[in-house]
């Protein structure tokens, strides 16, 4: 029932910053726990951030720990994930989603509603 929207990707030096936007429509997202997966080429979609509902709890992959940030306004149904210190192996296309139950998952079957994705492409 809700559709997501993400922008913000594009082409960034190693080292530098983006700032992803999931703007949500249909439904408020105050009643999704929200995640933030990652797919390269030949790989499989790869788990990135995720944070409750109204945005106490986070939770970040290893992998980005330190340099990504996930948050949410939900006034503004809108969900964010900063990317700073940015390497190239952070390459990918990055989805936003939307998980009806409780909690925080971290597989992608978890979650209910996804965006089309956006590309980030990170260059030495």
């Known amino acids: 029932q809700v559709q997501l929207v993400e922008s913000g990707g594009g082409s960034v030096q190693a080292g530098g910053s983006l700032r992803l936007s999931c703007a949500a429509s249909g439904r408020t997202i105050s009643n999704y726990a929200m995640g933030w997966f990652r797919q390269a080429p030949g790989k499989e979609r790869e788990f990135v951030a995720a944070?409750?509902?109204?945005?106490?709890?986070?939770y970040d992959a290893d992998s980005v720990k330190g340099r990504f940030t996930i948050s949410r306004d939900n006034a503004k149904n809108t969900v964010y994930l900063q990317m700073n210190s940015l390497k190239p192996e952070d390459t990918a296309v990055y989805y936003c989603?939307?998980?009806?139950?409780?909690?925080?998952?971290?597989?992608?079957?978890?979650?209910?509603?996804w965006g089309q994705g956006t590309q980030v492409t990170v260059s030495s």
């Open positions: 989603a939307a998980r009806v139950n409780s909690g925080l998952g971290v597989r992608h079957y978890e979650y209910d509603y």
């Open positions: 944070i409750a509902r109204r945005g106490t709890t986070t």
